[in-house]
């Protein structure tokens, strides 16, 4: 999985400040990263309250299901976290391709397996370690998804930077927006959109009566539902890198 190459007229790496054309288009640039930005945060929005919501639903449907003593579902929770060791590598990747597809057949991934999540029934042994390795796939694509947007929010910032420059020793003004928006506000974005989803995630589960098979299942359905969405919407982000 690819991303497209950047194109060498936009690509902030390649501008040269004696050339015009290349000046003039330095208020385009910002503003498409700028957009980027805003719609790579609505996606770590999405990432952290999935993730949010599996961490408060999770435990208490294994001790209902399963009667899983607490240290036991603390190991297979780790299953969420642990795979952020494979951060160095999913960041490499991002860098040189982009995130544009990684984060798109991350969140197809995920939404269709917390689909096939909501379906499991039983509590044979089968059941269990069925759902510990579906556990697994999700805990993976969310790694995946929280890398490689984190570091198209990073990328953003920076090539934002020099082109908010740009703009401003060419004697054009910066606007509103691009006066509001600075790289720093861009960075913090990881951070907001970490709190946003605490909040929303566990909000979400509360609606749902998620201790039982049928709530369970909805509430599966629903965070698969939201990562499909966002797996469409992903496709007409970063379509340049």
């Given at each position: 999985?690819?991303?497209?190459?950047?194109?060498?007229?936009?690509?902030?790496?390649?501008?040269?400040?004696?050339?015009?054309?290349?000046?003039?288009?330095?208020?385009?640039?910002?503003?498409?990263?700028?957009l980027e930005w805003a719609g790579t945060?609505?996606?770590?929005?999405?990432?952290?309250?999935?993730?949010?919501?599996?961490?408060?639903?999770?435990?208490?449907?294994?001790?209902?299901?399963?009667?899983?003593?607490?240290?036991?579902?603390?190991?297979?929770?780790?299953?969420?976290?642990?795979?952020?060791?494979?951060?160095p590598v999913i960041g490499g990747l991002?860098?040189?391709?982009?995130?544009?597809?990684?984060?798109?057949?991350?969140?197809?991934?995920?939404?269709?397996?917390?689909?096939?999540?909501?379906?499991?029934?039983?509590?044979?042994?089968?059941?269990?370690?069925?759902?510990?390795?579906?556990?697994?796939?999700?805990?993976?694509?969310?790694?995946?998804?929280?890398?490689?947007n984190q570091v198209a929010i990073s990328?953003?910032?920076?090539?934002?930077?020099?082109?908010?420059?740009?703009?401003?020793?060419?004697?054009?003004?910066?606007?509103?927006?691009?006066?509001?928006?600075?790289?720093?506000?861009?960075?913090?974005?990881?951070?907001?959109?970490?709190?946003?989803?605490?909040?929303?995630?566990?909000?979400?589960?509360?609606?749902?009566?998620?201790?039982?098979?049928?709530?369970?299942?909805?509430?599966?359905?629903?965070?698969?539902?939201?990562?499909?969405?966002?797996?469409?919407?992903?496709?007409?982000?970063?379509?340049?890198?």
């Amino acid at each position: 999985m690819g991303g497209e190459q950047a194109d060498p007229a936009t690509d902030y790496t390649t501008m040269n400040n004696k050339s015009s054309t290349h000046m003039g288009s330095s208020k385009s640039v910002a503003i498409r990263l700028m957009l980027e930005w805003a719609g790579t945060l609505l996606m770590l929005i999405v990432i952290f309250m999935v993730r949010c919501a599996l961490e408060v639903a999770v435990p208490l449907y294994l001790t209902r299901r399963y009667i899983w003593t607490p240290t036991r579902i603390s190991m297979v929770l780790l299953t969420i976290t642990l795979p952020a060791v494979l951060n160095p590598v999913i960041g490499g990747l991002t860098s040189s391709q982009g995130p544009r597809w990684w984060s798109t057949a991350g969140f197809i991934i995920c939404g269709g397996t917390l689909f096939r999540f909501g379906q499991m029934t039983g509590s044979s042994d089968n059941s269990q370690m069925t759902f510990v390795i579906h556990l697994i796939v999700v805990g993976l694509c969310l790694a995946v998804l929280i890398n490689a947007n984190q570091v198209a929010i990073s990328v953003a910032s920076q090539r934002y930077g020099f082109a908010r420059t740009q703009v401003v020793a060419n004697g054009e003004e910066l606007g509103l927006l691009l006066s509001m928006i600075s790289p720093s506000t861009m960075l913090s974005g990881v951070t907001s959109s970490w709190a946003a989803g605490s909040l929303l995630g566990p909000a979400f589960s509360s609606l749902v009566p998620y201790t039982e098979d049928a709530g369970w299942q909805r509430l599966c359905q629903g965070l698969g539902g939201l990562c499909l969405i966002a797996a469409a919407v992903n496709v007409f982000l970063w379509r340049k890198w």
